[in-house]
């Protein structure tokens, strides 16, 4: 279902780095926020983004494969959360995770996901028909708005330099790998399928891909105010909506 602006309603409001880190910040100081609890709600609505851009029965594989690369920050334990609730979702997920972050919480996202079986590749394979052959998707949850920390080192460079070059549909988490928040893409990968958390980025005005999702509903009416964010109307109880109809 698509919730493009309807007559009179304005459009969503796109963020500058700056204003995405005075929101989280203001979630997590002013309204106490936990930082476990916005991974978890960023990745579960996640989550529920992939399984409408890929419902079980549309997949062109019998097993319903999915890789999910996981970046050393933030992005990454999103897509960690995101692992554990598409294999709740009756996914059968693979998680890539070359750079475990010592942080506690990230330590304890990997110990669910490990704890319900979710396999952990030990390397990438860099013949990419491999990847196209075993998965019908791709989560890029590697960089996201950390890009500048990271991705001319390793293995991100390396990770990027391989997803690249797949060819089935790769779902990125806020702002695909490799994109300037604010410019976006200088050569980074090509998502099909954007998934922006509370808000879209700048960047994703330069998404060409076949669905955009927003994933914004659980903050304050108050936040969306203060920062006229215009959200999308959410129907029903749904924590993640379409911006616009599919692309074919």
């Known amino acids: 279902m698509s919730s493009a602006p309807g007559p009179g309603r304005e459009p969503p409001r796109y963020l500058s780095k700056a204003e ?35 419902p079980l029965p549309s997949l062109p594989r019998k097993q319903p494969t999915v890789l999910v690369v996981c970046g050393p920050a933030q992005n990454g334990a999103i897509g960690l959360v995101c692992a554990r609730h598409l294999r709740i979702f009756d996914y059968e997920p693979t998680i890539f995770y070359p750079k475990r972050s010592p942080d506690p919480l990230y330590r304890d996202f990997t110990t669910q996901c490990e704890k319900m079986d979710i396999p952990f590749l030990s390397y990438l394979p860099t013949e990419v028909q491999l990847i196209n052959d075993a998965y019908n998707a791709v989560v890029d949850a590697v960089l996201g708005a950390e890009a500048e920390a990271g991705e001319g080192r390793e293995p991100c460079a390396a990770i990027l330099a391989t997803l690249k070059h797949v060819r089935i549909p790769i779902v990125s988490l806020d702002v695909p790998s490799g994109w300037d928040v604010e410019a976006g893409s200088s050569g980074g990968i090509s998502p099909d399928v954007l998934v922006s958390l509370s808000a879209p980025k700048q960047c994703a005005r330069r998404f060409l891909g076949r669905q955009h999702f927003v994933a914004g509903r659980f903050l304050p009416y108050d936040v969306q105010k203060k920062f006229e964010l215009n959200p999308p109307e959410y129907p029903g109880t749904e924590c993640v909506v379409a911006l616009r109809a599919p692309r074919e």
């Open 20 to 54: 995405a880190e005075a929101i989280e910040k203001e979630l997590l100081e002013d309204y106490r926020f936990g930082r476990q609890q916005l991974i978890e709600i960023w990745g579960h609505a996640c989550a529920m983004a992939v399984t409408k851009a890929f």
